[in-house]
């Protein structure tokens, strides 16, 4: 009889483990993939030099950035490839060309900002409406990851 009950509890017990151990190795597993390379945002860059850009751009809104020793030139910023093409289509009316780059950004409190943004973005038309909704964009990317 204690034989029994020996068996029993050693068996409660392994099973236990083990489906402590997989449902904690499927927790990690999702957080990790949920976590990581979810900031992924589009750049809309203008232009990049090696050199300090010159003052006298006359695209507005734009920032300008300093990565690895270049200089680019920035006009907008999405976690949308649609909204990335609405604002490179509405630039080219315009007679400027523009490069879609994708990078990730480390600051979640703007990735966050970004999207709710986004949603604005992608019901304006009018270039008031987009470049009012660019210029936002761009100065909280100023203040939440370049701190300026």
Known sequence: M???LLISICCALLLGYLCANFLFSSYQETS??????????????????QQEIPTDIQLDPHIEVE???NYYVYVGIT?????????QDFYEQQGVELYIKEEEVASDEFFNEL???D?????????????????TILASYEEFVLKR
Do not use: C, P, W
Not at 39 to 49: D, E
Not at 79 to 87: C, E, G, L, S
């Open 2 to 4: 204690k034989a029994n």
């Open 32 to 49: 990790r993939t949920t976590f990581s390379g979810e900031n992924k945002v589009f750049f809309l860059q203008y232009g990049a030099n």
């Open 67 to 69: 990565q690895d020793g």
């Open 79 to 87: 976690t949308d490839y649609d909204n990335a093409k609405k604002i």
């Open 115 to 117: 999207s709710q943004y």
């Open 119 to 135: 949603i604005l973005l992608e019901s304006t038309d009018t270039k008031e409406e987009i470049t009012s909704v660019l210029a």
